[in-house]
């Protein structure tokens, strides 16, 4: 499924979409969830996280994902190692997007269990997706809305 979307910033074109995503069992402790995505603007930079963090907190500089079973039942439960991955250069701890310019990113994120779970239908949802916008004159902390976000979901693994 691919989802695209322009959010009108003053002065400025924003695009963001969602480009795909997989989920799957590796083994019986071990499930691998992927998202992809895009970011650019023409007017500003981008400044995007690299690091997620699961059920995070509103104000995090960080990107959030929840894992769910059954639809919304939220997993509680395993360790998950999550984190963003781009070619775009890094600054301090966040990945640039030049104004103008476009840069992929995949979010990925490995769920294991010390035994084997009973799962069912589990998928991984981001929460929060937040970045910065920045030219000479202004900076904007901003985010996707969790409207924007419905796309943010992988397939579930069943």
Same mark, same amino acid.
């Given at each position: 499924?691919?989802?695209?979307?322009?959010?009108?910033? @003053?002065?400025?074109?924003?695009?963001?979409?969602?480009?795909?995503?997989?989920?799957?069992?590796?083994?019986?402790?071990? &499930?691998?969830?992927?998202?992809?995505?895009?970011?650019?603007?023409?007017? &500003?930079?981008?400044?995007?996280?690299?690091?997620?963090?699961?059920?995070?907190?509103?104000?995090? @500089?960080?990107?959030?994902?929840?894992?769910?079973?059954?639809?919304?039942?939220?997993?509680?439960?395993?360790?998950?190692?999550?984190?963003?991955?781009?070619?775009?250069?890094?600054?301090?701890?966040? &990945?640039?997007?030049?104004?103008? %310019?476009?840069?992929?990113?995949?979010?990925?994120?490995?769920?294991?269990?010390?035994?084997?779970? *009973?799962?069912? +239908?589990?998928?991984?949802?981001?929460?929060?997706?937040?970045?910065?916008?920045?030219?000479?004159?202004?900076?904007? *902390?901003?985010?996707?809305?969790?409207? +924007?976000?419905?796309?943010?979901?992988? @397939?579930?693994? %069943?």
């Amino acid at each position: 499924m691919v989802c695209a979307a322009l959010v009108i910033v @003053p002065g400025n074109t924003f695009a963001y979409n969602a480009t795909g995503g997989s989920a799957t069992k590796i083994n019986d402790h071990t &499930y691998l969830y992927t998202i992809n995505y895009q970011l650019g603007s023409v007017k &500003y930079d981008i400044l995007a996280p690299i690091g997620v963090v699961r059920d995070g907190e509103r104000g995090s @500089p960080y990107a959030s994902y929840s894992i769910t079973q059954n639809e919304d039942e939220h997993l509680v439960g395993g360790k998950v190692s999550a984190l963003v991955l781009s070619t775009a250069p890094v600054v301090g701890t966040q &990945y640039q997007v030049k104004a103008g %310019e476009a840069q992929r990113f995949t979010l990925f994120a490995i769920l294991t269990f010390d035994e084997t779970p *009973e799962l069912n +239908e589990t998928q991984l949802r981001v929460n929060r997706l937040p970045f910065t916008l920045k030219n000479n004159e202004v900076t904007l *902390e901003n985010g996707l809305s969790s409207g +924007e976000l419905k796309s943010y979901v992988t @397939p579930k693994v %069943e």
